[in-house]
């Protein structure tokens, strides 16, 4: 059974960091694209960066275009843990963050970096990060 567990989120002021980890069992992290989301409230889920999502590549990665230079992913497999590290954090970074699983063939199948909220079926139940300004 796939699970995947989400922790660091917080209580930041505008500028600080946070850096949001996501623990998996179940499966092996060679195998899936794993992804971060995130829902604000009002707000539909959208992506925000994933791991080994682009043409199935282990370790490749993306980024939602806004986020690129603040947030950084990266993965230890050793211990199926995949971290979020936000920095520079802004008052409209407040969300509810996921992180997601999606087996690696769609990665190959999907044409583009594999970002899309509907393609992860294995989530996490959520970590709030909320940003004071």
């Known amino acids: 059974e796939v699970q995947l567990v989400e922790s660091g989120g917080g209580l930041v002021q505008a500028g600080g960091s946070l850096r949001l980890s996501c623990t998996a069992s179940g499966f092996t992290f060679d195998d899936y694209a794993i992804g971060w989301f995130r829902q604000a409230p009002g707000k539909e889920r959208e992506g925000v960066s994933c791991i080994t999502c682009k043409d199935g590549i282990p370790g490749s990665t993306y980024y939602a275009d806004s986020l690129k230079g603040r947030f950084t992913i990266s993965s230890d497999n050793a211990k199926n843990t995949m971290f979020l590290q936000m920095n520079r954090l802004k008052p409209e970074d407040t969300a509810v963050y996921y992180c997601?699983?999606?087996?690696?063939?769609?990665?190959?199948?999907?044409?583009?970096?594999?970002?899309?909220?509907?393609?992860?079926?294995?989530w996490g139940q959520g970590t709030q990060v909320t940003v004071s300004s």
């Open positions: 997601a699983a999606a087996r690696v063939s769609k990665s190959v199948l999907y044409g583009g970096p594999l970002l899309d909220p509907h393609e992860y079926g294995d």
